[in-house]
Each structure stands twice: as structure tokens, then as C-alpha cells.
């Protein structure tokens, strides 16, 4: 870094400061001096026209992201290299910013797709994974319920033992009784019967007490052996329906904290499950009643119910329907032993309903299928090495089309005929260097057809202009740019040819005669110069990264019109076949139509429907000055959301959203009659609508 700078202090003419600077950076110590002859003249201001580019480059991929996000990449990122450095086929980094961007966005999309691809396998596995976890532990808690359910009959039967032990114990405490009954009689009672023998008297009253105490034990059994029945009819209940065991632990644990009245204090859990399960009951029948009714009333008055009110009556039905086999007892679930069994069905029902309400009405993939262009009626074109950034039918002599491509060279294509099968005739290349140093920084960054067919201008990287011959023979060579060239336009009588460049300015060439001529140079924008197009033969329209669109003439020394309406980078500009109208798009997700005919500044229509950048915008050959006049005029968007919008200029309505594109669409064109447009997206996808 030293020696560059003493270098280019030197060749200023600065010739002290490179003395005193080689002498304080020890430059004379060190072996650096002896790669003098190899460095070449201005080395320095090489390497810092080359980092500005690079920055350039940074910038379009960072605002190129999806949905406004900014990606987290530069050049200099590892992925960004991986992609630089492809070998099929390779990408320089000498193209413009925004095809650089384009490209390496292209391929590092492929590679997030592929990833994609593999966290959804990934993310089905570990679905898969969860759900076999989730039925492993729906199983053991199922097994744990079954448990549960064990432990409570075994809790009954030993209850019931217990019962049938204190009855027995009792039954024998009561025969002892009369015994221990005549032995606590004091003699003087006995004695007190009067006329019978004191024998006597003692028996009679112990048979008394014997009868008495036989009532009183019958009694006893009677309501033990009654509890016992309705216990084991609960046990009979709990075995059949495992909700009910659920239910009377649920009502345990309540009236453990007393929360349940009781209102049979010998057998609490059996009124409290029954009342439970009463009153559930109860609701059910009440809710069935509701949807005879109203079933029947909707049949009378013949209309059908509200669909709202219906759905809540019906998910209700359901919900009860579930608890009804264990709400109404055995004989219900006798009668309806497939109920729950139905129930699992209908709600399989609704779910698949609504699935089926959420699914696309049409699969684009297999829809495609039917109107796939069928490999006869394409004709491929592949003499480039490397990618073909734009193409271009001539407009006169049809069966000609040029390509340009980051091989440095461009090429004219003559058809064979008006069909694939046809196949091409000739190809002319168009070379912008004649070996492989001298084409670096050459590729072709755009092209454009004169009106009048005779000439083809081409822009490229080095920021030089050049115009062919329909036959591919070199005429003019306009270097005047000081950076790469983005736009080229011929204004309608192909007198003059206009440039938009990198530098921030845009010129207008004169190539009428042997040499090309500057008529006249534009440096009103602030940024650099993204697209430009002509209204008529002097008048054209410029946009530019500094987010504004400028109105300019040959000869006037200031733009006619600025618009200042965007909000982001402005990245095409298109006039209307009237020359009235002018379109603009923006990366703030908007696309505008001036009327440069009134004193307006705000635009006429803005457009902001698009959910990101809008790359470009094209005017239908149709309506007012154009072949077509009696049709209608519209305007076709295209954007990075991946959708191409087509607006009805009368009213700014939206006529039609095509949004099969995976990726950003990144060009759009209609057919001459206007019937027709296609739309191209870097995910590999052409489309004829």
C-alpha cells in the first residue's frame, strides 16, 4: 500500500511528498522497489475504481431483498464467493450491480431452496418423531388410566369385603347381645311381674329383646345390602366406561374438600357421580331437543338455518355425543355401541372439510403440465459462454435477434424460419475485445435495436457504447462514460442514441455521421443512472438511484420535470405509445403513471398493491398512438413478489394478478398486437398469458 501511494504521488508530480514519504516509510529497506516495472502506471486509482465498484455492487444486494427484508451478504461473504467462483457456468464480478445482483441472488436462491427442501424432510422426520412420542405417551397414560381404573375396582372389592366383614361381625355381636341383655336385668323387675313364675317372666323378656333386636338387624341389612347393589352397579359403570372413573375421582377429590353436596352420607360417591352425571345428561337431551326443534322449524318454513348457529348447535351435538355412552348408563351404550366410534368420523369429517377449504383450488405445478411448451417448438440458442443477461427482436427485419451476454461479446441471430423447427441460419458475433485481457470488464450490459433496423447499440461495463451493422460490422465506438453503461435508447427517427450510466449522467449521441459525436452531456442526478427513454425525437426521461425521475431536452440546460414521489431507488421509466404518459417503478414496492401534459407533480395513478420491489413496467401497444388504437391501454408491472399486474389506465383499477412465478419476475414484454404478454423469473420460469 505504501509503494502504490508513493507511486501515485510521483506520478501526480508531487515529487517531494514521494521523496519524504519513501524516506519515513522506509520504502528504500525494503524489496518492494524491484516489482516496480511490473506494477503498471496508476495502479492506485485502479484499485479504488474497483473497490467503488464493488461497493456499488454491495449495495444492490443488500436492497435486494424479499418482502423489504435486507439480506445479510456482500461479495466478500463466503457463500457470495462459493457463487462468484462457479465454474458452471462462472460469474464475474465485472457486470453491472444490478445483474450482478441478479444473477448471484439466482443461484444463492437455488441453494436456500435446496436447504429448504431439506428443513421441511427434516422437519417431517421430527414431526413424525413428536407424533410417535405423543401416541407413546397417549398410550401410557392410557395404560396409567387403565391402572387407575384397577386400582378403584380393586378399592370397591375390598371395600365390599370389608362390608360383608362388619356385617358378619355385627350379625354375631347381635346374637351375643340377649345373653349380656338377661344377665343386666336386676332380679327385683323379674319379681315385679306379678302372676308369673320369675322363670317364666325372665324368658318372655329376653324373647322380647331377642324380636327386637332381629328387626333392628334386618333393618340394617337391608340398607347395607342396598348401598352394597348401588356400589356395585358404579363398579359396573366405571368397568364399562373409563370416563366414568375419571369422573368419580373427580368427584372425590371435590368432596374431599367438600366442595359437592352430599346427599347420601352412607354412600357419598355414588349420589354425587349420579348427580354429575345427571345433570350432563340432562344438557344433552336439552340440546337435542334444540336441533329437532329448529331442524323441524327450518323444514316448515322451508329455509335453512343461520350457518353460524347451525355449526355451534352441531359442534355442541358433537362435543355431548362423546359423553354420552358413560351419561346415559348401560343401556344406552347397549343401544349405541358404535356411537363414540361415530362421533371420531364426524369430526374427522369437519377437519377434512375445512383442510379442503384451505387447499389451492388448482395445483400449479400439475396445471403447467397441460400448457408446457412442447420440446419441438423451442429452439435453443447457446453459443455464449456465459449467462445472457438481454435480448432483442429487430423491429423491421423480424427474423433477426441480438443477445448480449457477460462473455464480453454480442451476437445477431437470423431465424430460418417462422417456427422452431426452422432453426437458425446464421450467427454473427459482435466481439467487445480481441483477446482475453482485453476482454475483461467488457460484458455486454445492454442493447437496443434502432427503429429503423439498420443498427444495433450495445452498452458494456467498460462504460463504452458501440453500434453495429444489421451484418455485425463495427461503425462507431463512444467512449465518453466513466462507468459502466446500464441504458441505451434510440429516440424514434434513430438520429440520436441516448446513454445512462453508472457515472450519474446520461449523454446523447450523435451517430449520423463517420464519428460519433457528444450533443449534449445530462449530469442532473445524484446517483448513478439506472434507465432511460425517449418521449419523441429531443425530449427524453430519466430515473436514477437518488429516487427521483427527471424530464429533459436536447439544448435546455435544466430537466423540464422532476418528480420527487418515490421513496427508494427508481429503477425503469416508460413512455406511453401517446408520449403523455410516463411510468415509473421503484424498490419501494410502487409503480406510478405521471401526466406530464398537466402541471401536476403528484402522479396521476400510484400503484401500491405489489409486497415488493417492482423491477420493471411496460406499456401495452395499444391505444392512443400506437398500432393499435381501438384497443385498450394497460400497463403491465413486474415484481420481486414474485406477481405481474396488469392496470386498466382509465380508471387505475387492476385488471389481472399472474402470480404462478415462484421467484421475482425480472422481465415482461408484450406481443406487438398486444394480445399476448410473457413474463420471465429467475426461478426458470417463462410464462404466455
Excluded at 361 to 385: G, M, Y
Excluded at 465 to 485: D, E, K, M, Y
Excluded at 555 to 563: T, W
Aim: hydrophobic share 35%.
Amino acid at each position: 500500500i505504501n509503494f502504490l501511494i508513493y507511486r501515485y504521488l510521483q506520478e501526480s508530480g508531487f515529487n517531494h511528498s514521494a521523496f519524504t514519504f519513501a524516506y519515513e516509510s522506509l520504502l528504500g529497506r525494503s524489496n518492494i522497489r524491484n516489482a516496480e516495472k511490473s506494477i503498471p502506471p496508476g495502479a492506485l486509482i485502479s484499485f479504488l475504481q474497483k473497490g467503488l465498484q464493488y461497493v456499488g455492487i454491495e449495495e444492490s444486494l443488500k436492497k435486494d431483498g424479499e418482502n423489504g427484508e435486507t439480506n445479510d451478504f456482500s461479495l466478500l461473504a463466503p457463500h457470495s464467493i462459493k457463487a462468484l467462483n462457479r465454474n458452471n457456468p462462472p460469474i464475474k464480478i465485472n457486470v453491472p450491480p444490478a445483474t450482478a445482483a441478479a444473477a448471484i441472488k439466482a443461484r444463492l436462491e437455488v441453494e436456500e431452496r435446496e436447504n429448504a427442501r431439506q428443513k421441511k424432510t427434516t422437519e417431517r422426520e421430527q414431526r413424525a418423531k413428536k407424533k410417535g412420542a405423543r401416541l407413546q405417551q397417549k398410550q401410557q397414560q392410557q395404560l396409567m388410566q387403565r391402572e387407575e381404573q384397577q386400582l378403584i375396582l380393586e378399592k370397591a372389592r375390598q371395600q365390599q369385603q370389608q362390608q360383608q366383614q362388619e356385617e358378619v361381625t355385627k350379625r354375631k355381636e347381635t346374637a351375643k347381645q340377649p345373653e349380656a341383655s338377661s344377665s343386666a336385668v336386676p332380679p327385683p323387675v323379674v319379681d315385679q311381674i306379678q302372676g308369673v313364675p320369675p322363670g317364666i317372666a325372665a324368658f318372655t323378656v329376653q324373647q322380647q329383646q331377642a324380636q327386637q333386636q332381629h328387626q333392628q338387624q334386618q333393618q340394617l341389612t337391608e340398607a347395607q345390602m342396598t348401598a352394597l347393589r348401588q356400589q356395585q352397579q358404579l363398579m359396573a359403570v366405571v368397568a364399562q366406561h373409563p370416563e366414568a372413573a375419571e369422573a368419580l375421582a373427580f368427584v372425590n377429590r371435590n368432596q374431599n374438600g367438600n366442595s359437592v353436596p352430599v346427599t347420601n352420607q352412607e354412600q357419598p360417591n355414588l349420589a354425587a357421580v349420579a348427580l354429575h352425571l345427571q345433570q350432563a345428561n340432562n344438557s344433552y337431551m336439552q340440546q337435542q331437543e334444540a336441533v329437532k326443534s329448529m331442524a323441524a322449524a327450518s323444514v316448515n318454513e322451508k329455509e335453512q338455518p343461520k350457518p353460524m348457529e347451525l355449526e355451534r348447535l352441531e359442534q355442541q351435538d358433537l362435543l355431548q355425543q362423546k359423553e354420552r355412552p358413560y351419561l346415559n348408563g348401560m343401556s344406552n351404550r347397549d343401544q349405541n355401541g358404535a356411537h363414540a366410534m361415530g362421533d371420531q368420523s364426524n369430526v374427522s369429517g369437519l377437519s377434512n372439510q375445512k383442510s379442503s377449504e384451505t387447499q389451492p383450488d388448482v395445483n400449479i405445478e400439475q396445471d403447467d403440465e397441460k400448457t408446457r411448451a412442447p420440446a419441438s417448438e423451442i429452439l435453443e440458442l447457446n453459443r455464449h459462454s456465459s449467462e445472457v443477461f438481454m435480448c432483442a427482436w429487430n423491429p423491421v427485419f423480424t427474423e433477426f435477434i441480438a443477445t448480449g451476454s457477460g462473455d464480453a461479446s454480442a451476437r445477431i441471430w437470423q431465424m430460418g424460419g417462422s417456427d422452431a423447427k426452422a432453426g437458425c441460419s446464421a450467427v454473427r458475433e459482435l466481439p467487445h475485445g480481441t483477446n482475453a485481457a482485453d476482454k475483461k470488464n467488457k460484458d455486454v450490459t445492454t442493447l437496443e435495436w434502432s427503429s429503423n433496423g439498420t443498427l444495433l447499440a450495445t452498452g458494456s461495463y467498460d462504460g463504452v457504447a458501440r453500434v453495429w451493422t444489421r451484418t455485425g460490422v463495427l461503425t462507431h465506438t463512444l467512449s465518453r462514460h466513466q462507468g459502466p453503461i446500464f441504458s441505451l435508447k434510440w429516440n424514434r427517427s434513430s438520429s440520436y442514441l441516448l446513454s445512462g450510466s453508472y457515472d450519474q449522467t446520461t449523454i446523447v449521441w450523435d451517430v449520423s455521421g463517420p464519428e460519433g459525436l457528444v450533443v449534449q452531456q445530462f449530469n442532473d442526478h445524484e446517483a448513478p443512472a439506472l434507465d432511460v427513454d425517449w418521449k419523441d425525437d429531443a425530449t427524453f426521461a430519466s430515473c436514477s438511484t437518488d429516487k427521483r425521475v427527471l424530464i429533459c431536452r436536447v439544448g435546455a440546460d435544466r430537466p423540464l420535470r422532476v418528480y420527487a414521489g418515490h421513496t427508494d431507488e427508481v429503477n425503469a421509466v416508460k413512455w406511453d405509445p401517446s408520449g403523455m404518459l410516463l411510468a415509473s417503478c421503484s424498490d419501494d414496492f410502487t409503480a406510478k403513471v405521471w401526466d406530464v401534459g398537466s402541471d401536476m407533480t403528484k402522479p396521476l395513478y400510484d400503484f401500491t398493491s405489489h409486497k415488493a420491489e417492482i423491477y420493471t413496467v411496460k406499456w401495452s401497444p395499444t391505444g392512443p398512438g400506437s398500432r393499435n388504437p381501438h384497443k385498450q391501454k394497460m400497463l403491465a408491472t413486474a415484481s420481486f413478489d414474485g406477481s405481474v399486474r396488469l392496470w386498466n389506465i382509465d380508471d387505475g383499477s387492476c385488471l389481472r394478478v399472474f402470480s404462478r412465478h415462484h421467484e421475482a419476475v425480472y422481465s415482461v414484454a408484450f406481443s406487438p398486437s398486444g394480445d399476448y404478454l410473457a413474463s420471465g423469473s429467475l426461478a426458470g420460469q417463462l410464462y404466455i398469458w
